[in-house]
C-alpha cells in the first residue's frame, strides 16, 4: 500500500458509526449515498424475491400488495433502528447488545403485527387465525430483521477497522515525517556555523568586501533551504544548482585549495531525491580533505544511471581515512567529531527508501575518500538543464 502520503488530521465526522468512518472504497466515499444504496436496493431485492417465491406457488398478483406493504413497513423501522444501533454501537458492550437485542425484538414484534393485520384484512374469509397468521409472519420477519442487523453491524465494524488501520498509517507517515524533519534540521546549524565563523572571521581582518559577499551567497542559500519542507523531494539538477551555491559560499573560504567537479548524466537530472541529501557528502569533503591539506583538494561528484537506479559518487583527494576507521554498512566514521553527515545521509535514505538503497563508503589504500549511494530512479515531470561538468 503506497505510501498514503500522512498529516491529515482526523475530523470530528469520522468518529461516528457507519457512513462516518474513512472510506475503504469509493463505494464508500460518500456515507450517506451509500447507505441510502444499500437500504433502497435491499429492500427492494427483499421484496423482489418474496414477490417471485409467491408467484412462484400459485399465488395471485394480489399476493404482491401485502409483500408491499411488508416491506415498506420493513423499510421505515430499519431506518429507525439505524439511529439506535448508530447511538449504541460505541457504548459498552452489555448495555450495546442487551438494547440493541431489545430494540430488534420490538420491531420484529411490531411488523409481524402489521404484515398478520394486513393479510387478515386482506382475507377475511381465510381459515388461518389472527395467532396463527402472527407467528408466521415472525419468524419470517425475525429472520429478515436478523439478517439486517447483522449486516448493519458487519459493516461498522468492518469500517471501524478500516480505520484504526488508516490511523496506524498516517501515524506512521508523520512518525517518519518528523524523523526525516529531524534529520534535515540537523544540518543547517552545522553549516551555519562553519559560515558565520568564516564571515566573523573575515569582519576581524576588516575584509568587508568578501564578507558581505559571503553573507550574500548564505542569505540565498538559507532562502532555498527555508522554502523547501524538509520532508521535500527536488530534483537531482536542484540538488546540484543548490551544491554549487553552497559551495560558492565555501570557495570564499578556500580559493584555489577548493576545486568542484560535476559530472552529472543528463538521463538523471530528472531524478528525485530528499531536499539536502547530498550536501553533507560535500561538506564532509570540505573537512577532512580540503582543510587540512595545503594544497587543497579535488571533489568529485558523478551521477549515473545503474540500472534501474540512480547511482550517485562523491570522491575526493584527501589523506583518507585510516583503516577501519570506517563502517561500510553504517557510514560511521571513527574521528572525532564527524559531525552529522555520513549517519545522517544513511538514515535519510533509509527512511526514503527503506531496503531499495544502497549506501558505501570507501577508503583508497594512497589517500581519498569515496562515498557511493544508489536509489531508484523517479523522474520528476520537469528538468533543469545544467552543466554536465563545472570546474
Known amino acids: 500500500m503506497a505510501t498514503k502520503p500522512a498529516s491529515a488530521s482526523v475530523s470530528a465526522s469520522s468518529s461516528m458509526p457507519l457512513f462516518g468512518f474513512s472510506s475503504p472504497g469509493p463505494f464508500f466515499g460518500n456515507k450517506v ?34 409483500q408491499t406493504i411488508s416491506a415498506i413497513t420493513g423499510f421505515s423501522l430499519t431506518l429507525i433502528l439505524s439511529v439506535c444501533y448508530r447511538a449504541l454501537i460505541n457504548r459498552r458492550p452489555i448495555l450495546m447488545w442487551g438494547v440493541s437485542f431489545g430494540l430488534a425484538g420490538l420491531a420484529v414484534a411490531l411488523w409481524a403485527f402489521i404484515d398478520a393485520w394486513v393479510a387478515q384484512i386482506q382475507n377475511p374469509a381465510s381459515e388461518a387465525g389472527f395467532t ?60 551555519l556555523f562553519n559560515t558565520l565563523n568564516s564571515i566573523s572571521t573575515l569582519v576581524l581582518l576588516k575584509q568587508s568586501e568578501p564578507a558581505n559577499a559571503m553573507l550574500s551567497r548564505l542569505s540565498a542559500f538559507l532562502r532555498y533551504t527555508l522554502a523547501n519542507e524538509p520532508t521535500a523531494q527536488v530534483t537531482l539538477a536542484q540538488e546540484i544548482e543548490t551544491l554549487k551555491l553552497y559551495l560558492d559560499i565555501e570557495k570564499m573560504r578556500f580559493e584555489d585549495r577548493l576545486r568542484p567537479h560535476f559530472r552529472i548524466d543528463p538521463a538523471v537530472q530528472r531524478a528525485r531525491l530528499p531536499s539536502l541529501l547530498l550536501q553533507p557528502l560535500i561538506e564532509n569533503a ?56 555520513l549517519a545522517n545521509i544513511r538514515d535519510r535514505m533509509a527512511q526514503a527508501y527503506g531496503d531499495q538503497q544502497r549506501f558505501e563508503v570507501q577508503s583508497g589504500a594512497d589517500g581519498g575518500f569515496t562515498v557511493i549511494i544508489e536509489f531508484p530512479f523517479q523522474p520528476d515531470g520537469q528538468v533543469t538543464t545544467i552543466g554536465t561538468e563545472r570546474t
Open 286 to 341: 570540505i573537512k577532512y580533505a580540503v582543510t587540512p591539506q595545503e594544497e587543497g583538494a579535488d571533489i568529485t561528484l558523478s551521477a549515473q544511471l545503474a540500472g534501474q537506479n540512480v547511482r550517485i559518487t562523491v570522491s575526493d583527494t584527501g589523506a583518507g581515512l585510516s583503516e577501519g576507521s570506517v563502517d561500510p554498512t553504517t557510514g560511521a566514521v571513527a574521528t572525532e567529531s564527524t559531525g552529522v553527515g
Open 33 to 66: 449515498r451509500a447507505f441510502w444504496n444499500l437500504q433502497i436496493l435491499g429492500w427492494a431485492a427483499w421484496l423482489g424475491l418474496r414477490g417471485v417465491s409467491g408467484l412462484a406457488n400459485g399465488q395471485p398478483f394480489t399476493f404482491l400488495i401485502p
Open 132 to 191: 396463527s397468521l402472527l407467528l408466521g409472519a415472525i419468524y419470517i420477519d425475525a429472520t429478515s430483521l436478523g439478517a439486517w442487523s447483522a449486516l448493519y453491524f458487519a459493516i461498522n465494524y468492518f469500517l471501524q477497522l478500516e480505520e484504526q488501520n488508516d490511523r496506524m498509517l498516517r501515524l506512521e507517515a508523520q512518525a517518519a515525517s518528523a524523523q526525516l524533519a529531524m534529520l534535515r534540521y540537523q544540518l543547517n546549524p552545522h553549516f
